[in-house]
């Protein structure tokens, strides 16, 4: 069957949409981080080795010692970065965690610069300073759901995520000629592997419905969203998927406003904004198609 050509535009959409309503999924399924991310890696895992090997992915296998060593590291990142991000939601707040965790990407140039000896421009120097500025503003003005004021452990939690998703991006950018779907499917099995004695502490939900939420989270929102994510990513515009970037933070706030009763105050929503802003702005110059990178969350 032909693709339409409007079908990437609309895969990308789907997926970003999808992951403005990941940080529900985990509060409703009570579970702590780390038995959710053990979740999410073992039903996405298998899902996407099932999907590679049957579209002959996996044959050959063609790893080097140095790809695999680096997966590893990138799997370890990857999962690290969603246990800090979903622990974040309980003491934030969906919105702001979400928020906060969009200065991944200026955490990124900054370690293209410090490691790879890329230059970092004036206006990405800019746009950190207004980006941090915003989550400063944040921190002082944001409310939970409760009307309290959101703890500053939640925020910080939210960097650290950041920071280790800015690490998991770096190393796939050293790993861009292996198919991501396939990296993905050895980071999640990676990401299983290191969770599972965590279950020993912070066990799986014992009740249907929670544990219906995971393997909602790891079917859907984990699978299917790599999946939009790989076939539609590198077909369009490196300024389209910056501007549909915006669907995810937006859905997540609205999904905490309805669902959750959360209220952003004015300081909060201009931190909000300038956060978004800065981190998502496109580059002013031609840039190459954008690389697969891992899911944001």
Do not use: C
Not at 14 to 38: K, R
Not at 59 to 73: E, I, K
Not at 134 to 161: K, Q, Y
Not at 191 to 207: M, N, Q, Y
């Amino acid at each position: 069957m032909p693709m339409n050509k409007n079908n990437p535009l609309l895969q990308w959409t789907a997926a970003m949409a999808l992951s403005g309503t990941i940080g529900a999924v985990v509060l409703e399924s009570g579970a702590d981080a780390p038995a959710v991310a053990f979740a999410r890696s073992l039903v996405g895992g298998l899902l996407l080795l099932v999907w590679s090997a049957a579209r002959g992915w996996l044959r050959p296998w063609t790893l080097t010692r140095r790809d695999l060593l680096l997966a590893v590291l990138g799997g370890l990142f990857l999962v690290g970065n969603w246990v800090l991000l979903f622990a974040s939601y309980a003491l934030s707040s969906i919105s702001v965690s979400t928020v906060v965790y969009h200065t991944q990407p200026l955490m990124l140039v900054g370690l293209a610069a410090a490691f790879l000896g890329e230059k970092m421009a004036k206006s990405q120097l800019v746009r950190a300073l207004i980006a941090f500025g915003g989550v400063t503003l944040i921190s002082l003005s944001a409310h939970g759901a409760d009307g309290e004021p959101v703890r500053l452990e939640g925020i910080a939690l939210a960097l650290g995520a950041a920071a280790l998703y800015a690490g998991a991006s770096f190393v796939a950018k050293q790993l861009k000629h292996l198919r991501p779907h396939v990296l993905a499917a050895v980071q999640l099995v990676t990401g299983t592997i290191v969770l599972a004695p965590a279950l020993l502490v912070t066990p799986l939900p014992t009740d249907t419905s929670g544990l219906l939420w995971l393997v909602l989270l790891g079917t859907v929102h984990t699978a299917l969203m790599y999946v939009l994510m790989y076939a539609s990513i590198g077909k369009l515009p490196t300024t389209t998927v910056a501007l549909l970037s915006y669907i995810y933070p937006v859905v997540a706030v609205v999904v905490d406003v309805l669902a959750y009763g959360h209220r952003p105050t004015w300081p909060e929503g201009l931190g909000m904004l300038a956060v978004l802003a800065a981190a998502l702005a496109p580059k002013r110059t031609p840039a190459p198609q954008p690389e697969p990178q891992p899911a944001r969350v």
